[in-house]
């Protein structure tokens, strides 16, 4: 259930980036879009093996 949460952020952020202006699409692709990614990443990890930490 957490993963696809993930995956609706993931899909929410790369839809939307686009509809942002200056300063705010660039924090968005520079900060926001790698961070979720990463998280999207660690929980789809998580997901195919749970021992992990």
């Known amino acids: 259930m957490l993963n696809q949460g993930e995956d609706h952020g993931m899909a929410d952020y790369n839809r939307d980036v686009d509809k942002l202006h200056g300063s705010a699409r660039t924090f968005a692709r520079q900060q926001l879009l790698p961070a979720q990614k990463h ?4 929980i789809s ?3 195919h093996n749970p021992n992990l930490h």
């Open 45 to 47: 990890r998580l997901k």
């Open 39 to 42: 998280t999207h990443d660690r």
